[in-house]
């Protein structure tokens, strides 16, 4: 479930990110804003792509009266420490602001709206080549019940494409993230705890789709030549996980269950009022063991 390494940092303000409108692009952002993410370590998307840039279209965001796309207006200004600041004011008098700040290899990109009270949900679309593979938002082939996955006839193995997923907290062994990989070299990491949804080409082969409710929206993209720096990038900004105490490094033993036997492994009869099978394992764990019991006190020193 992995993905990344890291490299370019002149680059990436050698090539400058741009926010423009694309009237020759897809009918879905040929009227709206489109991010460009330049990265030497993203791999094509194919002919007619964007070469080695990750395109980001499809923006909006939702209300009660249905969804808004953020217009090509929303054009780039750009300061001296490469940062990306835009905002546009729309007809019913919001002011949308997008922000796309370059750290390192990877990219932060920021989206809110002046006043923000009725917006149900924010979206933005990634584009993706048709080889395109995708890992990651959770432990399983397949969301939904647990035994989904189990069931004959599933070929996704880990790659997530054609499949969509709801990022919400479940009554499964899914542990789900919205944290994703894809074989382009880059992944994404959506910031916050509010629910969201991810579409892998489903209902646009060219397209991830990745919707999130809140007031304002969060997205990190990370790129790099190996998965390994890509998760372990993603791991810094999560948070790593924590130690578990030294104890748990030693040799363990246990028994699925246990069985009352009469007598011991070597036919001696049981008398004692515990059950004899861990009675035994206990007798065991006591008993000189050779270089077993050698290294298990190296290992303790």
């Excluded at 009270?117 to 995708?134: K, L, N, Q, T, Y």
């Excluded at 054609?162 to 499964?172: C, F, H, N, Q, S």
Aim: with cysteine.
């Amino acid at each position: 479930m992995t993905k990344g390494s890291a490299l370019f940092l002149l680059l990436l303000f050698a090539a400058p990110i741009t926010l423009t409108g694309n009237s020759t692009s897809k009918k879905q952002s040929a009227d709206g804003a489109v991010v460009l993410l330049p990265s030497t370590h993203l791999a094509s998307n194919g002919p007619g792509g964007t070469g080695n840039s990750l395109k980001l279209d499809g923006l909006f965001f939702e209300t009660a009266k249905g969804r808004t796309t953020l217009p090509a207006e929303l054009t780039a200004r750009r300061n001296k420490d490469g940062r990306v600041e835009d905002q546009v004011k729309l007809p019913d008098g919001r002011l949308v602001k997008l922000s796309v700040r370059p750290e390192g290899n990877n990219f932060t990109i920021a989206l809110s709206a002046q006043p923000d009270a009725g917006i149900i949900r924010w979206g933005v679309a990634v584009d993706a080549a048709s080889d395109e593979f995708f890992t990651g938002l959770m432990e399983r082939l397949v969301d939904g019940p647990q035994q989904a996955t189990w069931a004959p006839g599933h070929s996704e193995a880990l790659n997530l494409r054609g499949e969509k997923v709801d990022m919400i907290l479940k009554p499964t062994l899914s542990v789900y993230a919205p944290f994703y990989l894809s074989s382009r070299g880059y992944a994404v990491f959506v910031q916050g705890d509010w629910p969201g949804h991810f579409d892998f080409c489903a209902d646009d082969a060219q397209r991830v789709k990745i919707e999130f409710e809140g007031p304002s929206f969060d997205m990190k993209v990370y790129t790099a030549d190996n998965p390994a720096e890509l998760v372990r990038a993603h791991s810094l900004d999560a948070g790593p996980p924590f130690l578990p105490p030294k104890w748990m490094y030693s040799p363990w033993r246990w028994r699925d269950e246990n069985t009352q036997r009469a007598t011991y492994y070597d036919g001696t009869p049981v008398t004692g009022p515990f059950n004899s099978e861990f009675m035994e394992d206990v007798l065991m764990m006591k008993a000189p063991v050779g270089a077993w019991d050698e290294w298990l006190r190296r290992f303790r020193n």
